[in-house]
């Protein structure tokens, strides 16, 4: 207690003059690297979980449309002893007056299709009451070295990034955390005016020593082509009540990161309700537009031709190639005749950065060593858990853009996050992870060992409300059960 309080004191009067300045890769690389090393050292000398961001600070914002790293650098010996990322995105706004109804024959919910609009048509939301888009800021990696701490040198960081956040025309910005991180906890929401916004669940699945057997003789599985991806989580809008849900998508998913999107439907509801694959060989671009959108507002983002649709295979310019059709018709319904089909997404965090722990005790490494032995010995006969080595470094893949709709929505969503764990097995991933709102249906479907709390703050940037809506604002609207995670925040 003693050394606490003569810490506080020392710190409340040492001064240190800083200069805050954007990065610069060609002078700023090595001490930017050494500062995220002395910020990772475990308390006490006790067990803590190392990133190596591979050599490129700026990995984890690269992906947005706008992104940017400020460093504090002090005058006297030109050092930088603090750091803070952020990137701008448009994403989905859901007001307070839409809610997700429950329609599945098991009394599961469904994510029901709902138009999505873009700022322009932000006004007619007033009326409707329908999600619209709004420019947000993320704010991520705020380091500062553990000598300059308690100086307000975060405090300024975070403060001089909002301010940029600001001129890119974000209204708000957000920032993820972990609940037991009280210095993070109390700096924003204390003396930053952040408020508790989200309470996301993380969900850890360990990558087993053998594949796990999926279910073909029931279900099927189509790799969708980056086109087909977008016009699926976009144009049909079935995340139009999943806050977050990012505008640029197709940025998401044509990303050198996103590993692929999968489509799971039941070989026997072929030709109901929902979605039904057909192939063809015919000429893509000649064919009629096979979805439909049953009422449902589409405005302004819709990029391709007329008579595109959701059809369209990997080669439309050919004749003789294989063409996959996808039919959506109206929303789930109490009926059990109503087909059943889920969707996921796959990031390559390992690609960008990788994890270790360090400093864990004798005994763990000894219990994970065990683990693994006996996964290899039963291998053969059966697919057991496994603790991974996580004492040398590994990478991880994110399942993200869940969803399930039907009956057996949620079975066929299961097999695909066993597809997610056997790709990430072919790639030496150790984990495979995912990020749901708590209450939300689907999180049941996803097999996981760990489940931790993750909480998001927000903060409202632009000084006056919003003209054009007559709604309660976002910081005051409760949680919906539809979360979508921008893989890119992970």
């Not at 086109?227 to 050198?256: C, H, T, W």
């Not at 109490?334 to 270790?356: G, M, P, V």
């Not at 079975?411 to 056997?422: F, K, S």
Request: charged share 25%; glycine share 6%; aromatic share 8%.
């Amino acid at each position: 207690m003693d050394s606490e309080r003569s810490t506080k004191g020392l710190a409340s009067i040492m001064k240190v003059e800083v200069n805050i300045r954007e990065y610069d890769g060609t002078l700023d690389l090595r001490r930017a690297d050494e500062l995220e090393k002395q910020c990772e050292a475990g308390p006490g000398g006790g067990a803590s979980l190392f990133t190596d961001l591979l050599g490129d600070p700026l990995c984890r914002v690269r992906q947005y449309p706008a992104f940017a790293m400020l460093v504090a650098e002090t005058v006297s010996e030109r050092a930088i002893v603090g750091l803070v990322r952020a990137g701008v995105k448009k994403v989905l706004r859901v007001p307070q007056a839409v809610e997700r109804r429950s329609n599945s024959s098991d009394g599961s919910s469904c994510k029901s299709e709902i138009s999505m609009l873009s700022d322009t048509d932000a006004a007619s939301a007033r009326n409707d009451h329908l999600p619209f888009f709004v420019t947000i800021a993320y704010i991520l990696g705020l380091r500062v070295a553990p000598k300059y701490r308690r100086l307000g040198i975060g405090a300024e960081l975070v403060k001089k990034m909002e301010q940029w956040c600001k001129t890119k025309g974000a209204e708000y910005v957000y920032i993820a955390t972990e609940k037991d991180n009280a210095a993070s906890v109390a700096l924003f929401t204390k003396k930053l005016g952040y408020i508790e916004f989200r309470n996301p669940a993380i969900l850890l699945q360990p990558v087993y020593v053998r594949c796990k057997r999926l279910c073909k003789k029931r279900i099927r599985i189509v790799e969708l082509t980056a086109e087909e991806a977008r016009n699926f989580y976009r144009q049909l809008s079935i995340f139009g009540k999943s806050e977050f849900f990012p505008m640029d998508i197709e940025d998401v998913v044509r990303s050198r990161l996103h590993k692929g999107t999968w489509l799971a439907v039941c070989k026997d509801c072929f030709g109901g309700y929902g979605v039904t694959v057909k192939e063809t060989y015919s000429k893509c671009q000649n064919e009629e537009s096979m979805h439909r959108f049953n009422g449902v507002r589409d405005s302004n983002v819709h990029t391709g031709s007329k008579n595109e649709g959701i059809h369209c295979g990997r080669d439309s310019q050919s004749n003789a190639k294989e063409e996959r059709r996808f039919i959506f018709g109206p929303s789930c319904t109490e009926s059990t005749s109503c087909s059943s089909w889920a969707i996921i997404s796959i990031w390559k965090c390992n690609h960008i950065y990788k994890l270790q722990m360090k400093g864990a005790p004798l005994y763990m490494r000894a219990a994970g060593a065990a683990s693994r032995m006996v996964g290899h010995m039963l291998s053969p006969l059966i697919s057991i858990p496994t603790m991974p080595n996580v004492f040398q470094p590994f990478g991880l893949q994110l399942i993200y853009g869940l969803h399930a709709q039907g009956p057996h929505g949620l079975r066929l969503l299961n097999q695909l996050c066993w597809l997610a764990h056997n790709l990430a097995k072919e790639e030496g991933c150790a984990f495979v992870a995912a990020e749901v709102a708590r209450n939300d249906p689907i999180r049941r479907a996803i097999p996981h060992w760990t489940c931790d709390d993750d909480m998001w703050c927000i903060k409202r940037l632009s000084d006056s409300s919003r003209s054009s809506l007559d709604i309660t604002d976002w910081l005051q609207a409760h949680p919906v059960p539809s979360l979508f995670l921008d893989p890119r925040d992970f």
